[in-house]
């Protein structure tokens, strides 16, 4: 019932900047996580960051200060900003939702969307 799509993915030179969208339909509940995650051949998932309905957000360790989760409620949208980006950074990157949940860092997303690279060149 939930379909999420992301936009935004490319190619850009390590330092450059790049936005990712996500749209949610479908979407129904009085509290809920969102989140980004990413993933490189041979790994899992990794969660970049989440923000809640209460704008609670969290960010992993080896994005924090560069990367920038948001939401916007009225068009069911949720961003994120990547600024100085960096080869390591190179990814496929989805965006997720749960609802009925708060605590976003260590909960299983049901809802995903399909994916979008991100490539960093030197």
């Known amino acids: 019932q939930v379909q999420l799509e992301e936009t935004g993915g490319g190619s850009v030179q390590a330092g450059g900047s790049l936005k990712l969208s996500c749209v949610a339909s479908?979407?129904?509940?009085?509290?809920?996580?969102m989140a980004w995650f990413r993933q490189t051949p041979g790994k899992s998932r990794e969660m970049v960051a989440s923000i809640n309905s209460d704008d609670i957000t969290a960010y992993a360790n080896s994005v924090k200060g560069r990367f920038t989760i948001s939401r916007d409620s009225a068009t069911s949208t949720q961003y994120l900003e990547m600024n100085n980006l960096a080869p390591e950074d190179t990814a496929i990157y989805y965006c997720?939702?749960?609802?009925?949940?708060?605590?976003?860092?260590?909960?299983?997303?049901?809802?995903w969307g399909q994916g979008t690279q991100v490539t960093v060149s030197s």
């Open positions: 997720a939702s749960m609802p009925w949940v708060k605590s976003c860092g260590d909960v299983e997303y049901n809802y």
């Open positions: 479908g979407y129904i509940a009085d509290y809920y996580c």
